[in-house]
C-alpha cells in the first residue's frame, strides 16, 4: 500500500479548541486532499493541494485551514472546534490528478463534545 | 439532478450470487472513472477503474456507458467477504481535478 498515515487516529475535544490533523505521505506525490465523511452526506471535499504552498477550497472549507510546507505534509486545522465538525476525516494523496485514483489514509476520527 | 447517483441498496444477495451497481453521472464531458470499495469503518480503497472498452478483474467487472452516462460494477459468485460499500468516483474533464464520489452502495453477502 501507498505510504499515507494520519494522526491522531482519534481525539476528542472540546468545542472552542483549535484541532490540528497531519497527513504525512512518503510517495512523493503531488496532490493532497483533505475529506469529511457523514452518514448521508458521502465524502465531502475540504481543502486540498497541488504542490508545497498551493492549497485550494473545496465545497466545505468554513471552519478548516489548511497548510503544506512540505511535500510530504498537508494540515488540517479546524481554528475553532464546534460539534457539526464531529466526523471521521480522511486525507487522499494522488499522483496524477486523473488517471490513477486516489489513495487514502485510515483516517481520523474526530468528536468535538 | 446530482452530480452522480448511487442506488443506496443495501443489496442483501446469498453467497454465490451475481450482483450489478450502476452509478450515473451529469457531466456529459466527465473524463475518468473508478470503483472504490469501503469497508465498515474503514478507508476507501481504489478496486478497479473503468474503461470504455470495459475492464475485468477476477470476478468484478466495470463497464462505463457514455451514451447513457453510467457505470456498471458486476460482481460474479459473490463472497462474504465481499460485503462493504461501493463507491463510484467520476473525474471531470478540462482542468478541474477535483472529482466527485457518489453515496455508495451497500452489499451485504450471506451465507
Known amino acids: 500500500d501507498a505510504g499515507i498515515t494520519q494522526s491522531p487516529r482519534h481525539k476528542v475535544t472540546e468545542t472552542g479548541t483549535p484541532v490540528t490533523l497531519r497527513c504525512h505521505q512518503t510517495e512523493n506525490h503531488r496532490y493532497m486532499y483533505w475529506y469529511r465523511q457523514d452518514p448521508g452526506h458521502g465524502l465531502r471535499l475540504i481543502h486540498y493541494?497541488?504542490?508545497?504552498?498551493?492549497?485550494d477550497k473545496g465545497e466545505v472549507s468554513d471552519g478548516y485551514s489548511v497548510s503544506r510546507s512540505k511535500t510530504e505534509d498537508f494540515l488540517l486545522t479546524l481554528e475553532s472546534a464546534t460539534s457539526s465538525q464531529t466526523s471521521v476525516y480522511f486525507c487522499a494523496i494522488s499522483e496524477d490528478r486523473r488517471n490513477y485514483g486516489y489513495t487514502f489514509g485510515s483516517g481520523t476520527r474526530l468528536t468535538v463534545v | 439532478r446530482k452530480e452522480v447517483e448511487q442506488d443506496p441498496g443495501p443489496f442483501n444477495v446469498p453467497e454465490g450470487a451475481t450482483v450489478a451497481f450502476n452509478c450515473t453521472y451529469s457531466n456529459s464531458a466527465s473524463q475518468s472513472f473508478f470503483w472504490y470499495r469501503q469497508d465498515c469503518r474503514k478507508e476507501p480503497k481504489l478496486l478497479m477503474s473503468v474503461y470504455s472498452s470495459g475492464n475485468e478483474d477476477g470476478r468484478f467487472t466495470a463497464q462505463l456507458n457514455r451514451a447513457s452516462q453510467y457505470i456498471s460494477l458486476l460482481i460474479r459468485d459473490s463472497k462474504l467477504s465481499d460485503s462493504a460499500t461501493y463507491l463510484c468516483v467520476v473525474f471531470p474533464s478540462g482542468g478541474s481535478y477535483i472529482p466527485t464520489f457518489g453515496r455508495g452502495t451497500s452489499l451485504i453477502v450471506h451465507p
Open positions: 493541494s497541488y504542490g508545497v504552498k498551493d492549497t
